[in-house]
């Protein structure tokens, strides 16, 4: 029994869009620093996540397997992470940072340096990505993230560019169901989201440049929109000539998806995707309450909670949790914060979570407990 003064007890938060190896390390380590610094660097990101209260991210592109174990296994301290091992893209897609030298590539020839850490996978054929799946799946991916399009940070995949063609994700998603698991697709303008829900893509990430087209399909085909309120520099590390004027075009088509995604009623979850530096990484719980321009206070702690963790469970069977995750009820999974303050009254609270947060509780054990101070 602990006394918690009047305080507000809720769920732990969620956020569904995370890099455990990427959001804390500059962008040049974590291309070519040793992978044992990159693993320490993170696992000290992965502690100052579950300080935030975020008690459970769902990891979309990296080697996070080892950390996660480490994790579970009490060698480190983190929230629990759903891994989806690396990103899965073609040549030239999102997430391919090979540099120049390592091409030309043979068909079927050995992986490059990036590829042989486990952060991305480059497949150009169907029989190619269905192996890509199968290795993750065979390391423990809870979900498989497939990149349909381009994207901001890797600088020579403009934002308007195709990826996989059809048959290769539905060969993709074929797989993930074969594992009783799903496929979510990194996606941003109105082809690459209807190509991914085509294939049967059960959650679409981004999104940003998405029409009104779009949203009304996937709001008919019961797809979860996961994106992230990034508004404007202070969401981004700093950017320059191709990739900043892509962030810039993401900025510009945050709010229409947004108001698109509640007006048809699509399934939103909350991801916040901050990358490559820790001061940024620092401002999770800030992103959070961007949400205020769309959804109430207690619209956005539902989404940060039980709504994530509704997402969390279409992994079924690959689920590494299982449990009832995002709520405070009796035979739930004891991820809980205390706050000093109400929430629902001030979302800002949890932008703070230094002075705010009084205790964080993960699986029953307090990681921080301010009331004994």
């Given at each position: ?83 989806s091992g690396a ?126 087209a779009t949203a ?158």
């Amino acid at each position: 029994m602990i006394d918690c003064g009047h305080r507000v007890l809720m769920p732990g938060l969620i956020d569904a869009h995370w890099h455990c190896l990427f959001a804390g390390l500059p962008l040049a380590a974590a291309l070519t620093a040793d992978l044992g610094y990159v693993f320490l660097a993170a696992a000290a990101e992965a502690r100052r996540t579950l300080m935030r209260g975020f008690t459970t991210v769902r990891d979309l592109g990296g080697p996070a397997f080892p950390l996660q174990q480490a994790i579970d296994q009490g060698l480190a301290t983190g929230p629990r992470i759903y891994p989806s091992g690396a990103m899965l893209t073609t040549t030239g897609g999102h997430g391919d940072m090979r540099p120049l030298s390592d091409l030309p590539r043979s068909p079927g020839g050995p992986v490059s340096a990036l590829e042989s850490t486990g952060a991305a996978a480059v497949a150009d054929a169907a029989a190619e990505l269905r192996l890509r799946v199968r290795e993750q799946l065979l390391q423990g991916a809870s979900q498989i993230k497939v990149v349909g399009g381009g994207g901001v940070s890797t600088p020579r995949s403009p934002l308007d560019m195709t990826t996989f063609g059809l048959d290769e994700l539905r060969a993709a998603v074929a797989v993930a169901e074969d594992w009783n698991t799903y496929v979510t697709v990194h996606a941003y303008t109105p082809r690459t989201v209807q190509r991914a829900i085509a294939a049967g893509a059960r959650c679409i990430e981004h999104a940003q440049l998405m029409d009104e087209a779009t949203a009304a399909l996937m709001a008919e085909k019961d797809v979860w929109l996961s994106i992230q309120p990034f508004l404007g520099e202070e969401d981004s590390i700093p950017l320059t000539g191709p990739s900043r004027d892509k962030m810039r075009e993401v900025f510009a088509g945050t709010d229409n998806a947004y108001r698109l995604a509640r007006k048809h009623g699509i399934r939103t979850a909350f991801g916040s995707d901050l990358l490559f530096s820790d001061t940024l990484s620092a401002r999770q719980g800030t992103m959070l309450t961007h949400l205020t321009r769309w959804y109430g206070n207690a619209e956005i702690l539902r989404m940060a909670t039980s709504g994530n963790a509704e997402l969390l469970a279409l992994s079924g069977p690959r689920n590494p949790y299982p449990g009832k995750l995002g709520v405070v009820e009796d035979g739930a999974l004891a991820d809980l914060l205390l706050v000093d303050g109400d929430p629902t009254a001030d979302i800002t609270l949890l932008a703070d979570p230094g002075k705010n947060v009084l205790m964080i509780m993960k699986a029953g054990v307090p990681f921080k407990d301010s009331l004994k101070s």
